[in-house]
């Protein structure tokens, strides 16, 4: 009879964290079943990508890991490669998650917080216009991600495959 007891408290206790898994991802994995995000995620996904690209691996005209971290170095961001592996990594492979709708929503909040730390760190004291290397694109790609935290991925994203197999039980 103990046998019994504690295999079905482990069980039980299994279950229960199991399905605290299945809760937490099936609020991340949640989204409006609408398009408006698919062009938001395509279309910032592919900047964001682009960009983490140049700082990782000096694709696309950008100076890799060693130019980027000198420059982030340079403007107080220490250690500046450290900061432009982040930085980096953030835009591309948030970027890519964007893309597909993977994630959407944490993705677009690592993003976001990205989109604040370059708009205050580099951008702020130009004013906002881009022709005076301003924060105006910043903020453009801080409205979109924002946007993308509040509805998620949208209806052609795996994040709505994903939340319509976890609900099918």
Avoid: C
């Avoid at 609408?34 to 696309?60: C, D, E, M, T």
């Avoid at 993977?102 to 760190?121: G, K």
């Avoid at 702020?124 to 946007?147: K, P, Q, R, V, W």
């Amino acid at each position: 009879m103990a046998t019994y007891s504690i295999k079905h408290t482990y069980l039980t206790s299994i279950r229960a964290k199991i399905m605290t898994i299945k809760n937490i991802a099936n609020v991340i994995t949640k989204t409006e079943q609408s398009l408006a995000a698919v062009p938001l995620r395509v279309i910032a996904g592919i900047i964001f990508a682009a960009h983490g690209a140049q700082k990782l691996f000096a694709w696309f005209g950008g100076y890799g890991l060693e130019g980027t971290g000198q420059w982030m170095e340079s403007i107080g961001l220490a250690p500046g490669f450290l900061m432009a592996l982040m930085a980096g990594s953030a835009e591309f492979f948030g970027g890519l998650f964007l893309i597909v709708g993977l994630l959407t929503r944490p993705a677009s909040f690592v993003l976001a917080i990205t989109m604040v730390v370059a708009i205050f760190t580099t951008h702020i004291d130009n004013g906002l216009f881009m022709s005076n290397n301003g924060y105006e694109f910043g903020l453009a790609l801080l409205a979109i991600t924002l946007a993308l935290v509040i509805q998620g991925g949208g209806k052609f994203s795996l994040d709505n495959v994903i939340n319509r197999n976890l609900n099918k039980a």
